[in-house]
């Protein structure tokens, strides 16, 4: 194969890499869990892993789904703008780090509109593994950012101990 060929090849995979990707934060969106659920590595019951911020490890398929389940169940609306999005490769292995700019809501008090809007920002890696079927997530983990607020208050209280 040639250098030009390899590079073509790769290209393709890092693009598929990112559709994958893209295609597990609209299922999210969209509260697809069914889609979602093909989107995980499938026969890895043991294996798969998920941290979302804030939770413990979350191990095997099944516990990993369920907890995407609870999320949207009580979950009105979310939306992702991820941004410094990252592809690194090596054979069947592809780690995608992001930034995940989160704006979600709840049901309001009344229950007639969407409740108040809050933003967040968590980074985040994403582990995908190759399968006759395309690119499926194997890992991920969700981490927040603190905001400087959050980060100048906790000086503060260090300080002042």
Known sequence: MSGRDEHAEAAADIAAVEQANTAFYEAMERGDFEELSGLWLPGEDLTVSCVHPGWPVLTGRGEVLRSYALIMANTEYIQFFLTDVGVSMTGDTAVVTCTENILSGGPAEDGNALGPLVGQLVVATNVFRRTP???????HHGSPVLTESE???EDDEETAS
């Open 133 to 139: 079927d395309g690119w499926k997530l194997w890992s």
């Open 151 to 153: 980060s100048d208050n």
